[in-house]
């Protein structure tokens, strides 16, 4: 049965119902008769259309495809004038970028909207491309998480300018994600990713280009073009990222992890220039309990039959709207980490010398930034000679709370934050004891044997 040509003879029976109606009211006596018995017949072919098209409404199954889907944002570290220092995040194993996605937005309110990757409803489940696994989320039933796999490796490198550049930020789609939608009864709605569509191209753009569009190849723009993506959709794409604008932090979407490190320059024109490698982890950033969301309409194409119906549904007209959002718990974030290098800027640098790493809580990735504050805590490490110990982890402890940085080439340390009482610190296997407060707290350490014989030391270089 055809319900848009059934929903279509519903309409017609209803307008002709009230044209009759009104021309009883209005029309001389002698057409009384002949338009009350033309009433009465319409009337009683209403309820018959209208149970037709309750019966053909009852499961509608259609295909929806939305140009494009912003998968997740990856940061850039801080680079080096020249790309001599070899900066990178490497997102490998031990993270899952990505984030819970929603389409509820797309609707009416009074649907009930539900998602589905069980393959007994035929949606799409494990995988949608190479590299990106979909699951049930936890929390919401009408989400659906979409993660990076733990077998793709996502390296991102430093930009050749001393400084954190956000246009050299990564930007993952999803093109022509297929979706199958179901509804039910006119109220009831379940989505999923269609599987007859496995696998989905993923492409990556930079931050730089959508900024500038005539610095993107030709051949990248002609993809995104095939795909519906316009010169007009870029800046919508930037959104998914608040510091390609230069907006401030949101400390509600980002999340200080435990990890701040030096960011100098070397001490001559011909000296290499100083590095530090770690695996960065965002365990402290479990204690957080509000969620972030990011929201984006696009254009989309469905097919015929099911277009009437869709369409009608729709909270706003041609726009098929996602929301990537936070998936905050202690169970998912402890298990995110990537390794980090990270290289000081070229000789002659006179900006920020420290470097503070927040958690994106949208897209699970980490973001660098220079501190805007004092630093709440600083100090000296030096060796038993008194010559300074650089690249050695100091630990902050205050409270619960558990901070880390390295010293530079100098033996420096400092800490960032919003942070007061009671703490100690250690590095090297020695612990020292201080209060913070309203100004920074400075803490030397001298250690009593050689510096590579110090507990939990680290070298830069």
Excluded at 322 to 334: D, K
Excluded at 359 to 386: E, L, Q, S
């Amino acid at each position: 049965m055809d319900c848009e040509k059934q929903k279509e003879i519903v309409d017609a029976l209803v307008a002709d119902i009230a044209a009759v109606e009104e021309a009883l009211k209005t029309e001389p006596d002698r057409f009384r008769h002949q338009d009350a018995e033309y009433l009465g017949h319409l009337k009683a072919q209403l309820p018959v259309a209208q149970a037709a098209l309750k019966t053909c409404l009852a499961t509608v199954m259609g295909r929806v495809v939305p140009n494009y889907q912003i998968l997740f944002v990856v940061y850039a570290p801080p680079g080096t004038a020249g790309g001599k220092s070899g900066s990178s995040v490497d997102y490998g194993e031990g993270s899952t970028l990505g984030s819970s996605t929603s389409t509820s937005q797309t609707y009416k309110s009074g649907l009930s909207v539900s998602a589905s990757v069980g393959a007994s409803v035929g949606f799409a489940s494990g995988t949608i491309s190479a590299g990106v696994n979909i699951s049930s989320t936890t929390d919401d039933t009408s989400s659906i998480d979409v993660k990076k796999s733990s077998s793709w490796d996502i390296n991102v490198q430093g930009a050749s300018a001393d400084g954190i550049d956000h246009d050299h930020d990564l930007y993952y789609l999803c093109l022509k994600p297929a979706l199958i939608v179901t509804i039910v009864d006119g109220k009831q709605l379940t989505w999923g990713y269609d599987p007859a569509s496995v696998p989905m191209e993923v492409v990556y753009v930079y931050g730089g280009w959508l900024k500038k569009p005539a610095t993107m190849p030709h051949g990248v723009m002609a993809v995104l073009t095939r795909a519906g993506i316009t010169q007009a959709e870029y800046p919508k794409i930037l959104s998914a990222n608040p510091f390609s604008s230069g907006t401030a932090i949101d400390p509600k979407r980002f999340l200080p992890t435990d990890r701040t490190f030096p960011y100098e320059p070397p001490f001559s024109p011909n000296d290499p220039v100083p590095t530090v490698t770690y695996v960065q982890k965002n365990e402290t950033t479990a204690k957080a309990s509000s969620k972030s969301e990011h929201q984006y309409g696009v254009s989309f194409s469905v097919e015929d039959k099911f277009s009437f119906l869709f369409t009608a549904s729709l909270k706003v007209a041609g726009s098929f709207n996602w929301t990537n959002s936070s998936t905050l718990g202690t169970s998912t974030l402890s298990s995110q980490s990537a390794s980090v290098t990270v290289g000081g800027p070229s000789f002659g640098y006179k900006g920020p010398v420290d470097v503070l790493v927040y958690w994106d809580t949208i897209y699970n990735t980490f973001m660098f930034a220079f501190p805007t504050t004092p630093p709440v805590a600083t100090g000296h490490v030096a060796d038993r000679a008194g010559k300074p110990v650089g690249g050695t982890e100091v630990v902050l402890n205050v409270a619960v709370h558990t901070f880390r940085t390295f010293t530079d080439t100098k033996g420096n340390y400092r800490f960032y934050g919003a942070l007061h009482g009671a703490a100690t610190l250690n590095t090297g296997g020695m612990t020292l004891q201080t209060t913070l407060g309203t100004t920074p707290a400075n803490v030397d350490f001298k250690h009593q044997c050689h510096p590579a014989e110090a507990a939990g030391s680290r070298r830069i270089g």
